[in-house]
């Protein structure tokens, strides 16, 4: 039989996937449950409700890119460099976790988990600002900016692939509108930094 510990995470991968495909309105506890191999009565007892699920779901995806995803090594003053690397990580993870943009574009539509500044999600968010602005040598402020600025940069053509391939060319293939859209976003993020 297995654990509480095995229940919760074969819960929130089930729930990952449905809840991406799907939107938090659109998901069903009951494919949840069938897809984690237990009885739908656990996922109240261990998330209290969907939405509860719902937000678990996207914190844990959160941790799973906070532990791929890292600003690189390098010496202060290697801002462009820096944060050329640091678009180049978030868009491959995008790329090969689609559900994390997923989940959130379903929030943002749904307005699941509003912004809560006393949230655990928001102390994380608040701590990579925090280590984004000692890395790279820039007031709080101006890191909350340029981070937000360069996710932006790497996920916007995940988030609108259909858009990307309009506009850099559908017929010369996905991979090249892949590339090309990097490549610009790499050449941004690494023009970005310090201001006066």
């Known amino acids: 039989m297995p654990g509480p510990r095995s229940?919760?995470?074969a819960l929130l991968d089930a729930a990952r996937g449905e809840f991406a495909a799907h939107g938090l309105a659109g998901a069903r506890v009951d494919r949840i449950a069938a897809a984690a191999g237990v009885n739908k009565q656990r996922i109240y007892g261990h998330f209290g409700n969907k939405d509860g699920l719902f937000a678990a779901?996207?914190?844990?995806?959160l941790d799973d890119l906070l532990a791929i995803v890292t600003l690189p090594d390098g010496e202060q003053g290697e801002t462009g460099a820096l944060l050329r690397e640091y678009v180049g990580q978030v868009?491959?993870?995008h790329r090969d976790h689609p559900e994390f943009l997923r989940l959130l574009q379903w929030e943002a539509l749904e307005n699941a988990c509003p912004a809560d500044p006393a949230s655990a999600r928001a102390a994380r968010y608040r701590e990579k600002v925090e280590q984004f602005?000692?890395?790279?040598g820039m007031p709080r402020d101006q890191a909350a900016s340029v981070l937000f600025g360069v996710i932006g940069l790497a996920?916007?053509?995940?988030v609108l692939p259909q858009l990307a391939a309009l506009i850099v060319g559908a017929e010369n293939g996905r991979e090249f509108v892949e590339e090309r859209t990097l490549d610009w976003a790499l050449g941004v993020a690494e023009r970005a930094g310090p201001q006066a």
């Open 155 to 158: 996920a916007w053509p995940q």
């Open 57 to 61: 779901v996207v914190d844990d995806a």
């Open 91 to 93: 868009s491959r993870y």
């Open 133 to 136: 602005g000692r890395r790279l």
């Open 7 to 9: 229940t919760r995470r």
